[in-house]
C-alpha cells in the first residue's frame, strides 16, 4: 500500500475503496521503521494527519467528494508555513516560531482533500545540495544510507523514496528540487517562476524560488502540480492564468516532438551518467522525437551568475531574523549587540558565507561589477535559452554530474558542493520549468535521473517527454 | 482694515546675510489617505491601540509577500499629475539596514524607478519651484524608547514598538534647490500641503506626522557653485521651517566666515533652542545596497489610466485664486486671496458676486467675519450680495455695514436692507452733512486754520466732531471729501 502511487490512493480514496485513515497508517507504519535510519521529518504530524484522514473519510461516507487528492499522504518541506505548526527552515534562528498562517500552497492541497503527514528536513534555509547544512543533522539516502539525498529539499525527495508520504513539497531555487529527485529515484519538478504561488514559502532567493513536486510518477507529479499551480493576488509575482493542464496529455507520446541536445553543455558529468543520457536521447528518438543540436553559449556562465544573485537577495531576505519579533533571540546589552549575537549564533556557515557574498555583491562600489554583471548574464542566458526554443521544443541534460555522492564528501569544499547544479540552475535564471524524471541507474546501482527544458509554462509538453522516459527508463 | 487686502505675501524678497545667499531644496513626505497599507490589507489608519493594524506581511514574517495597494499608486498619481510632474514606468527596490522598527530589515521604497518625474509648483506670487520626483515607499513602525534620556535609543532601558504605522503608504515629493529664502520654504510647503488637501491625497497635518519636511540647506556667494549641504530633519510645522532654515544658514555662513569648512552631514533641529545639532555625518551613513524589489513587478499606468486621473483632478488652489484675483481686483497673493481659497470659501465670495453683490467687498467680509465658517458660510451669498451692493451705493457706511454682517451671521441669514433700515442706518443725505461739517468748522477754528494751513492731523478732531454729531452714522470719507472741497476753495 504504501507504494501505490497518489493517483490510485486518490482514487481509491473518493471511491470508498481505501479509507484515507488505512492510507495514512501504512505511511506511519513506514516511518515508523525507517525514519530514525532515514531522518527525513524535522516534525512527523502523526495525529494531525490520522484526525485529517478521519475528516476525509467522514465525508466520503456521506457522499461528498474530498477532492482531486483525497487521503493522499504528502511531506512538507519545512521552510512553508504551516499555521500554529513549527516552521523551521532546519534553522537554529527560527527556532520556537510557529507561523500565524498557511501558505496558499498548504491551503490549495488542504482544499484538494491531502492529508499533510509531516515537515521535512532541508539544507539550513535551503542552502545547500545535499541536505547536510541543517541544524538537526543530514537525511539520509533511501538507496544508501551512507549517502546524501541531495539538497536542499533532501528531505522531500527521501520521503517519498522510502515510502513514507506518496507526494511532497520541495522549494527549487538551483536546483534543489530536480537534483534531490535525481539523486533519490523520483520524479521532481521545478515549475515556471509564478505558475505556483510563493506566498507562505519562507524566501532564499524570491526571483528564482518555485515550489514544486516530488512524486513517485510522472502522473502523480503532474496531479499535485494541476493542484497547486494556478494564479495567487497574494503572490505579485504569480502568473494571471488558472492552474496548469497537463495530466491529460501525458500520453500524447513525442512523435515529431523536437528534443534539443545542447552541444556546449558544460562538462563534469560523470561516464555513468553521460550513458545513461545517451540512452535516453536514443530512447525518444526511438519514440518518435527528432533529436536536433542547439547551443546555449551562455549555459555556462549560470553557475557564477547565480552565486552572485541569489546571495545578493538571501542577503537582505535573511536580514529580518534579528531577534526582534519572533525566534530565536540572544540577549545582550544593546541592540546591535543583540543583533549580532542572535545571528551569529542562529545561523550556520553555509548562510552566513551566503549572506557575506550577497552583502559584498550588492555593496556600494561593487554593485556594478558584481550583481549588476550578473544580472546581465541573467538576461543573456535567457536569450540563449530562447533562440534555442526556437529550433527545439524541449531540452534534455544530466539532473546531477553524479548520482549520490556520500556524506562528508563535498562538506569542506563549498565549490565542489555548488558544482552539483550546473545543469539544474539556468532554468532558475530564466524562470523556464525543468524536470528530472528517473532513467536507470548508475554507480553502484544508483539512480540517474534525466533532466527535461522546456520554454515558460510549456509544462504540458515537458511532462509529456518525462512520460515517455518514465515508460522506456531502462530496468 | 480694507488695507489689509493690498498686502502681499511675495517672497521673491532675497534672503541675504553678510553678502551669502541660500539655497534651498525641501523633501517632503506625505502619508497617503488610503483605506489599507501599501502593501497589504491591514488598515491605514491613524490613533489606534498599538499593533492592531497589523498582519503577516507588515510584520516582515517569513513567508509573507507584498501586494501593492492600486489606491495608492493612483493617489501618487494624482498629486504627481497637479505638481506637473509625468507618470512613467517605475520600480521599487529594497533599501537595506537594520533598525527594531522596519520589521524586514529593508524598506521597499522607489529608487532609481519613481513613479513620478519632472515636475514643479508655482508659489501664490508665481515663483516656480521645480520638482525633481515623487515615488512611493513604505513607512516604518513607531519606536519609544523608554528611559535613558531625550527618547533615544542609546542608553534606553527598553523599547517599545508600534507596527501600526509600518507599511503605511507614503510619498517622498523632493523639490529642486532652487529656493532662497526661508518665506519661498514656507510658501512651498503651504502650496504643496493646499494641492495634497485638494487632490484627496493626504490629510498632510505636519502636527499629526502625516506629513513630514526634511531641509536640505547651503549657502553660497551669489553667482559660486553651490556649497555643501545639510540635510535638517525633525521640523515639524511650517514655521520651523523658516525657522530652522535660517538658523542654519546662517550657522553655514559664520562657519564660512571663520574659514571653517562645512561638512556633509545631517542635523536635527532642535525646537527649543532653535538650534541645528549634528545627528550623523556622511561618514557614518549606512550603504543601503538598493537592489530591485524582486516581490513586486513594474508598474507600468497605462495612458488611459493617467488620462482618466489627470481629468479627475479638482481646480487646483493656483488656478482658484487667479479665478478669485480676477473676480476680485486683487493680486493672486494678495492675503485676502490666500486666506479665503485657504478655506475653500473662494467659491462662496463668487456666488456672491454672481448674486449681483460686489466681489471686492464680499471677499473683505468673508476673509474678516468668516474664519469660523467652513466652505459653505451660513449667511445666504444673496444676502451678502445685497449687503455689498448698498455698501458700493453709499447706502451704508463700512461701518455700518459691519454691524449689519455681524446681525447676519448670528442670525445665519436674513434681509440685509431691513436689518439696516431697524438699526436706523439711512443715508445720510449730503445737506445733513453738509450742515454738520460747517457747524464743526465753526465749532473748532483753531484746528480748522491749523488744517487750512496744512497740518493734516488737525483733521481728526473736525472729523470727530461730526461723527459726534451725527452718532456715528456719517461715512468718514464722505466727511474727509467734504472737508478738503471747503479748504480748497
Given at each position: 500500500m504504501a507504494n501505490d502511487s497518489a493517483t490510485d490512493i486518490a482514487w481509491n480514496v473518493r471511491n470508498n475503496v481505501v479509507s484515507a485513515t488505512d492510507v495514512v497508517e501504512q505511511h506511519l507504519a513506514e516511518i515508523d521503521r525507517r525514519e530514525s535510519e532515514i531522518h527525513a521529518f524535522n516534525l512527523v504530524l502523526a495525529d494531525e494527519a490520522r484526525a485529517r484522514a478521519a475528516e476525509i473519510d467522514d465525508a466520503v461516507a456521506v457522499g461528498r467528494d474530498p477532492g482531486p487528492l483525497a487521503g493522499v499522504p504528502i511531506a512538507l518541506k519545512d521552510n512553508m508555513c504551516t499555521r500554529g505548526i513549527p516552521?523551521?527552515?532546519?534553522?537554529?534562528?527560527?527556532?520556537?516560531?510557529?507561523?500565524?498562517?498557511?501558505?496558499?500552497?498548504?491551503?490549495?492541497?488542504?482544499?484538494?482533500?491531502?492529508?499533510?503527514?509531516?515537515?521535512?528536513?532541508?539544507?539550513?534555509?535551503?542552502?545547500?545540495?545535499?541536505?547536510?547544512?541543517?541544524?538537526?543533522?543530514?537525511?539520509?539516502?533511501?538507496?544508501?544510507?551512507?549517502?546524501?539525498?541531495?539538497?536542499?529539499?533532501?528531505?522531500?525527495?527521501?520521503?517519498?523514496?522510502?515510502?513514507?508520504?506518496?507526494?511532497?513539497?520541495?522549494?527549487?531555487?538551483?536546483?534543489?528540487?530536480?537534483?534531490?529527485?535525481?539523486?533519490?529515484?523520483?520524479?521532481?519538478?521545478?515549475?515556471?517562476?509564478?505558475?505556483?504561488?510563493?506566498?507562505?514559502?519562507?524566501?532564499?532567493?524570491?526571483?528564482?524560488?518555485?515550489?514544486?513536486?516530488?512524486?513517485?510518477?510522472?502522473?502523480?507529479?503532474?496531479?499535485?502540480?494541476?493542484?497547486?499551480?494556478?494564479?495567487?493576488?497574494?503572490?505579485?509575482?504569480?502568473?494571471?492564468?488558472?492552474?496548469?493542464?497537463?495530466?491529460?496529455?501525458?500520453?500524447?507520446?513525442?512523435?515529431?516532438?523536437?528534443?534539443?541536445?545542447?552541444?556546449?553543455?558544460?562538462?563534469?558529468?560523470?561516464?555513468?551518467?553521460?550513458?545513461?543520457?545517451?540512452?535516453?536521447?536514443?530512447?525518444?528518438?526511438?519514440?518518435?522525437?527528432?533529436?536536433?543540436?542547439?547551443?546555449?553559449?551562455?549555459?555556462?556562465?549560470?553557475?557564477?551568475?547565480?552565486?552572485?544573485?541569489?546571495?545578493?537577495?538571501?542577503?537582505?531576505?535573511?536580514?529580518?531574523?534579528?531577534?526582534?519579533?519572533?525566534?530565536?533571540?540572544?540577549?545582550?546589552?544593546?541592540?546591535?549587540?543583540?543583533?549580532?549575537?542572535?545571528?551569529?549564533?542562529?545561523?550556520?556557515?553555509?548562510?552566513?558565507?551566503?549572506?557575506?557574498?550577497?552583502?559584498?555583491?550588492?555593496?556600494?562600489?561593487?554593485?556594478?561589477?558584481?550583481?549588476?554583471?550578473?544580472?546581465?548574464?541573467?538576461?543573456?542566458?535567457?536569450?540563449?535559452?530562447?533562440?534555442?526554443?526556437?529550433?527545439?521544443?524541449?531540452?534534455?541534460?544530466?539532473?546531477?554530474?553524479?548520482?549520490?555522492?556520500?556524506?562528508?564528501?563535498?562538506?569542506?569544499?563549498?565549490?565542489?558542493?555548488?558544482?552539483?547544479?550546473?545543469?539544474?540552475?539556468?532554468?532558475?535564471?530564466?524562470?523556464?520549468?525543468?524536470?528530472?524524471?528517473?532513467?536507470?541507474?548508475?554507480?553502484?546501482?544508483?539512480?540517474?535521473?534525466?533532466?527535461?527544458?522546456?520554454?515558460?509554462?510549456?509544462?504540458?509538453?515537458?511532462?509529456?517527454?518525462?512520460?515517455?522516459?518514465?515508460?522506456?527508463?531502462?530496468? | 482694515m480694507s488695507n489689509s487686502v493690498s498686502e502681499t505675501a511675495t517672497t521673491d524678497a532675497a534672503w541675504s546675510f553678510r553678502g551669502y545667499e541660500m539655497v534651498v531644496g525641501l523633501e517632503v513626505h506625505v502619508e497617503l489617505a488610503t483605506r489599507t497599507k501599501l502593501f497589504s490589507a491591514s488598515p491605514n489608519r491613524f490613533g489606534d491601540e498599538p499593533n492592531t493594524n497589523i498582519d503577516p506581511v507588515t510584520l516582515g514574517l517569513p513567508g509573507a509577500l507584498p501586494v501593492l495597494n492600486r489606491q495608492a499608486v493612483e493617489l501618487a498619481m494624482r498629486l504627481g499629475l497637479a505638481v506637473n510632474c509625468t507618470v512613467q514606468r517605475s520600480t521599487f527596490a529594497r533599501k537595506n539596514y537594520f533598525y527594531p522598527d522596519m520589521p524586514k530589515a529593508y524598506q521597499i521604497s522607489?529608487?532609481?524607478?519613481?513613479?513620478?518625474?519632472?515636475?514643479?509648483?508655482?508659489?501664490?506670487?508665481?515663483?516656480?519651484?521645480?520638482?525633481?520626483?515623487?515615488?512611493?515607499?513604505?513607512?516604518?513602525?513607531?519606536?519609544?524608547?523608554?528611559?535613558?534620556?531625550?527618547?533615544?535609543?542609546?542608553?534606553?532601558?527598553?523599547?517599545?514598538?508600534?507596527?501600526?504605522?509600518?507599511?503605511?503608504?507614503?510619498?517622498?515629493?523632493?523639490?529642486?534647490?532652487?529656493?532662497?529664502?526661508?518665506?519661498?520654504?514656507?510658501?512651498?510647503?503651504?502650496?504643496?500641503?493646499?494641492?495634497?488637501?485638494?487632490?484627496g491625497a493626504s490629510d498632510a497635518k505636519m502636527e499629526e506626522g502625516s506629513m513630514r519636511v526634511d531641509a536640505n540647506v547651503s549657502v553660497r556667494l551669489p553667482g559660486a557653485e553651490f556649497g555643501t549641504r545639510c540635510e535638517i530633519k525633525n521640523v515639524n510645522s511650517v514655521r520651523s521651517v523658516g525657522r530652522a532654515i535660517e538658523y542654519e544658514a546662517q550657522r553655514q555662513v559664520g562657519m564660512l566666515e571663520a574659514g571653517e569648512p562645512i561638512r556633509q552631514e545631517t542635523r536635527h533641529w532642535d525646537e527649543t533652542d532653535g538650534r541645528t545639532h549634528t545627528l550623523r555625518s556622511k561618514e557614518d551613513a549606512d550603504d543601503y545596497r538598493y537592489f530591485q524589489e524582486p516581490d513586486l513587478v513594474v508598474v507600468d499606468p497605462d495612458p488611459e489610466w493617467i488620462e482618466r486621473v489627470r481629468y479627475s483632478l479638482p481646480v487646483l488652489p493656483a488656478a482658484r485664486r487667479i479665478h478669485l484675483a480676477e473676480a476680485t481686483g486683487q493680486r493672486p497673493d494678495a492675503e485676502a486671496i490666500l486666506v479665503v481659497t485657504d478655506r475653500d470659501q473662494d467659491a462662496y465670495v463668487l456666488a456672491v458676486a454672481a448674486a449681483g453683490g460686489d466681489a471686492g467687498r464680499a471677499l473683505v467680509h468673508v476673509k474678516e467675519a468668516f474664519a469660523d465658517e467652513g466652505e459653505r458660510p451660513s449667511v445666504p451669498a444673496a444676502a451678502l450680495a445685497t449687503l455689498t451692493r448698498m455698501e458700493v451705493d453709499g447706502e451704508l457706511t463700512a461701518t455700518q455695514a459691519k454691524q449689519v454682517l455681524a446681525e447676519l451671521v448670528a442670525g445665519g441669514g436674513g434681509d440685509a436692507r431691513a436689518i439696516a433700515a431697524a438699526k436706523g442706518f439711512e443715508a445720510m443725505d449730503t445737506s445733513e452733512l453738509e450742515t454738520m461739517v460747517d457747524e464743526a468748522i465753526a465749532a473748532q477754528p483753531d484746528a480748522w486754520a491749523k488744517y487750512c494751513a496744512g497740518e493734516a492731523k488737525a483733521m481728526g478732531a473736525l472729523v470727530g466732531a461730526v461723527m459726534k454729531a451725527s452718532k456715528g452714522q456719517a461715512d468718514g470719507k464722505a466727511v474727509t471729501a467734504l472737508l478738503e472741497r471747503r479748504r480748497d476753495t
Open positions: 516552521t523551521t527552515c532546519s534553522s537554529k534562528i527560527l527556532d520556537g516560531w510557529k507561523p500565524p498562517y498557511d501558505a496558499t500552497v498548504v491551503t490549495k492541497l488542504r482544499e484538494a482533500g491531502a492529508v499533510v503527514i509531516g515537515k521535512t528536513n532541508l539544507d539550513e534555509f535551503a542552502m545547500g545540495s545535499s541536505t547536510e547544512n541543517s541544524a538537526f543533522g543530514p537525511t539520509r539516502n533511501p538507496h544508501d544510507t551512507s549517502r546524501v539525498p541531495g539538497g536542499s529539499s533532501g528531505g522531500s525527495a527521501a520521503a517519498v523514496a522510502a515510502g513514507f508520504s506518496a507526494l511532497s513539497l520541495g522549494s527549487d531555487t538551483g536546483g534543489s528540487i530536480r537534483q534531490p529527485a535525481a539523486l533519490c529515484g523520483v520524479v521532481g519538478v521545478k515549475p515556471t517562476y509564478g505558475a505556483v504561488s510563493r506566498y507562505g514559502l519562507v524566501a532564499f532567493a524570491s526571483s528564482l524560488d518555485q515550489i514544486g513536486p516530488f512524486a513517485n510518477t510522472v502522473a502523480d507529479a503532474s496531479l499535485l502540480l494541476e493542484v497547486i499551480s494556478g494564479h495567487d493576488p497574494m503572490d505579485s509575482t504569480s502568473i494571471r492564468q488558472g492552474p496548469l493542464d497537463i495530466t491529460g496529455q501525458l500520453d500524447f507520446g513525442v512523435i515529431g516532438l523536437r528534443v534539443g541536445r545542447i552541444t556546449d553543455l558544460p562538462e563534469g558529468a560523470s561516464p555513468d551518467v553521460v550513458e545513461r543520457m545517451e540512452q535516453a536521447f536514443e530512447a525518444l528518438r526511438d519514440a518518435g522525437a527528432e533529436i536536433v543540436d542547439v547551443e546555449v553559449p551562455a549555459f555556462t556562465y549560470g553557475l557564477t551568475a547565480y552565486y552572485l544573485i541569489a546571495p545578493a537577495e538571501a542577503s537582505s531576505n535573511l536580514a529580518r531574523y534579528d531577534g526582534v519579533r519572533f525566534g530565536h533571540r540572544v540577549e545582550a546589552p544593546d541592540t546591535n549587540a543583540m543583533y549580532m549575537a542572535t545571528r551569529t549564533d542562529g545561523f550556520g556557515a553555509e548562510v552566513k558565507r551566503r549572506i557575506m557574498l550577497g552583502t559584498y555583491a550588492l555593496s556600494a562600489g561593487y554593485y556594478d561589477a558584481y550583481y549588476g554583471r550578473a544580472l546581465k548574464v541573467r538576461r543573456r542566458i535567457a536569450a540563449d535559452f530562447a533562440a534555442a526554443y526556437e529550433r527545439a521544443d524541449v531540452l534534455l541534460t544530466p539532473a546531477s554530474p553524479t548520482v549520490a555522492f556520500h556524506l562528508g564528501d563535498k562538506t569542506s569544499d563549498p565549490m565542489s558542493m555548488y558544482l552539483c547544479d550546473t545543469y539544474t540552475i539556468p532554468s532558475n535564471l530564466t524562470g523556464d520549468p525543468g524536470m528530472s524524471v528517473p532513467f536507470g541507474t548508475g554507480d553502484d546501482g544508483l539512480p540517474v535521473g534525466v533532466q527535461v527544458l522546456a520554454p515558460a509554462l510549456q509544462e504540458a509538453t515537458m511532462f509529456r517527454t518525462a512520460a515517455e522516459l518514465e515508460r522506456r527508463a531502462p530496468k | 522607489q529608487y532609481d524607478e519613481p513613479i513620478c518625474v519632472d515636475g514643479w509648483l508655482d508659489l501664490p506670487d508665481g515663483f516656480r519651484v521645480g520638482i525633481e520626483r515623487a515615488h512611493l515607499e513604505e513607512d516604518t513602525g513607531k519606536s519609544t524608547h523608554v528611559g535613558g534620556t531625550g527618547g533615544r535609543i542609546h542608553g534606553s532601558d527598553h523599547s517599545l514598538i508600534d507596527f501600526n504605522r509600518a507599511g503605511v503608504p507614503l510619498v517622498e515629493i523632493v523639490s529642486r534647490p532652487d529656493m532662497r529664502s526661508p518665506e519661498q520654504a514656507k510658501a512651498y510647503v503651504n502650496e504643496l500641503r493646499a494641492i495634497l488637501v485638494a487632490v
